[in-house]
């Protein structure tokens, strides 16, 4: 995919991969429909998933989480450390819970339920081309949930969190961008990214949807 501001006039090319031949053949004629997208290979389960990302080098594989023989989180932390340069977004049901943040922690950069319509599948394959995280909102919901069921934030990684970051963190949370979070604090937008730079790297976080849990987790986020 050639560089490109906004994605806008530039072909993207996707596998796709769900076991479910009337699913599978949907989103193939969905995505054949939209400009700028170009459907490459569809896989009917993991191993086929992975084999056709090794042949077309995507720049975005499109994955349901339950498939035979290589599920869909495996799948995905097997094609981040082969293909770095294809990123993954998921595709979930509701019976999904307890895989999301498996494969939030895998490199999933964006996460749709399986009824998103055409303008939210292709917004979020441009955005993971991008290197920018997309999560459908009902989904941040339940990611948030899942990650509140897990064990509290060992209270070491939060002491290493200046106060600032600690407030960016929370205003992430809270859906705020870069711009907002300036507005917010009454501070140049190159000193947010700056205190979003060092509280990613500090607490180990690849991006904002691993903020938002890490936030809940932590018990700083409302």
């Known amino acids: 995919m050639a560089d490109s501001p906004d994605g806008a006039?530039?072909?993207?090319?996707?596998?796709?991969?769900?076991?479910?031949?009337?699913?599978?053949?949907?989103?193939?004629?969905?995505?054949?429909?939209?400009?700028?997208?170009?459907?490459?290979?569809?896989?009917?389960?993991?191993?086929?998933?992975?084999?056709?990302?090794?042949?077309?080098?995507?720049?975005?594989?499109?994955?349901?989480?339950?498939?035979?023989?290589?599920?869909?989180?495996?799948?995905?932390?097997?094609?981040?450390?082969?293909?770095?340069?294809?990123?993954?977004?998921?595709?979930?049901?509701?019976?999904?819970?307890?895989?999301?943040?498996?494969?939030?922690?895998?490199?999933?950069?964006?996460f749709l339920t399986k009824d998103a319509d055409a303008d939210a599948i292709v917004r979020a394959l441009r955005s993971a081309a991008a290197g920018q995280s997309t999560v459908d909102g009902a989904l941040q919901q339940r990611l948030v949930a899942a990650a509140t069921s897990r064990a509290p934030v060992r209270t070491k990684e939060l002491e290493g969190l200046t106060a600032r970051e600690v407030e960016v963190l929370r205003l992430i949370a809270a859906g705020l961008s870069n711009t907002e979070i300036a507005r917010t604090l009454v501070v140049s937008e190159a000193t947010v990214k700056t205190h979003v730079?060092?509280?990613?790297?500090?607490?180990?976080?690849?991006?904002?949807?691993?903020?938002?849990?890490?936030?809940?987790?932590?018990?700083?986020a409302e």
């Open 9 to 110: 006039g530039v072909t993207l090319r996707v596998v796709l991969a769900d076991d479910q031949a009337v699913v599978r053949e949907g989103l193939v004629t969905l995505l054949g429909l939209l400009p700028g997208v170009e459907v490459v290979g569809a896989a009917a389960d993991g191993v086929q998933a992975l084999e056709l990302v090794s042949e077309h080098q995507p720049d975005v594989l499109l994955v349901d989480l339950r498939m035979p023989k290589r599920d869909g989180v495996e799948t995905t932390e097997l094609v981040r450390a082969q293909h770095p340069k294809t990123e993954v977004v998921v595709l979930t049901t509701y019976a999904d819970d307890d895989s999301l943040l498996a494969a939030l922690k895998a490199g999933a950069r964006g």
């Open 197 to 220: 730079n060092h509280l990613f790297s500090k607490a180990g976080l690849r991006d904002r949807a691993q903020a938002v849990a890490f936030a809940y987790r932590a018990g700083i």
